[in-house]
Antibody, heavy 120, light 113 residues
Framework: QITLKESGPTLLKPTQTLTLTCTFS??????????VGWIRQPPGKALEWLAL???????HYSPSLNSRLTVTKDTSKNQVVLTVTNMDPVDTATYYC????????????WGQGTLVTVSS | DIVMTQSPDSLAVSLGGRATISCESS????????????LAWYQQKAGQPPKLLIY???TRESGVPDRFSGSGSGTDFTLTISSLQAEDVAVYYC?????????FGQGTRLEIE
């Protein structure tokens, strides 16, 4: 059974750095084809893809936030970490991590998400 | 970036009725080498994460009721719910995975009429 869970701060001030951890079970990020993605959703708005890290440590980032995003994995801990620098109120959103497998880049398992609010 | 445009933004259908949601991509999602369309559909109920319904434009995810079906090719795609149930009230999103950046449609809110 695949599960994912996001954890991290719920409230940040503008300019601070967000660090979110996705802790997963039921799969290994050392298995070929497997990846973990990050997607966010501002309140009442649509989904926005942020980043994707693969079993071989290849990474993809959203060009619109590329300079602010870093994604890393710790295979031994079954964790993926997303950092977003220079947070702004417009970054207020529910942040999800999600699992993908194979050559496809759709997400078949999602965490419950964590709401991050940016406010002074 | 590939832009995904869904229509309508919201939709009200009677219980037992048919719901049809459209998704148009700004570039073709059909890859000629394998004749597959790189499009997925998700359902998101209030307060929940998205749930994968359909991938490769028309392949139903395991456990998804067969009243959900996907069709289309190239740039025009459709999600159809053949007989609407109360539990189908949700926002539906299409997603392209043909190229990076991965992009989603703006969502279609489905309600009971």
């Amino acid at each position: 059974q695949i599960t994912l869970k996001e954890s991290g701060p719920t409230l940040l001030k503008p300019t601070q750095t967000l660090t979110l951890t996705c802790t997963f079970s039921g799969f290994s990020l050392s298995t070929g084809g497997v990846g973990v993605g990050w997607i966010r959703q501002p309140p009442g708005k649509a989904l926005e893809w942020l980043a994707l890290i693969f079993w071989n440590d290849n990474k993809h980032y959203s060009p619109s936030l590329n300079s602010r995003l870093t994604v890393t994995k710790d295979t031994s801990k079954n964790q993926v970490v997303l950092t977003v620098t220079n947070m702004d109120p417009v970054d207020t959103a529910t942040y999800y991590c999600a699992h993908k497998t194979g050559i496809e880049k759709f997400f078949d398992y999602w965490g419950q998400g964590t709401l991050v609010t940016v406010s002074s | 970036d590939i832009v995904m445009t869904q229509s309508p933004d919201s939709l009200a259908v009677s219980l037992g009725g048919r719901a049809t949601i459209s998704c148009e991509s700004s570039q073709s999602l059909l890859y000629s080498a394998n004749n597959k369309n790189y499009l997925a559909w998700y359902q998101q109920k209030a307060g929940q994460p998205p749930k994968l319904l359909i991938y490769w434009a028309s392949t139903r995810e395991s456990g998804v009721p067969d009243r959900f079906s996907g069709s289309g090719s190239g740039t025009d795609f459709t999600l159809t719910i053949s007989s609407l149930q109360a539990e189908d009230v949700a926002v539906y999103y299409c997603q392209q995975y043909s190229s990076i950046p991965i992009t989603f449609g703006q969502g279609t809110r489905l309600e009971i009429e």
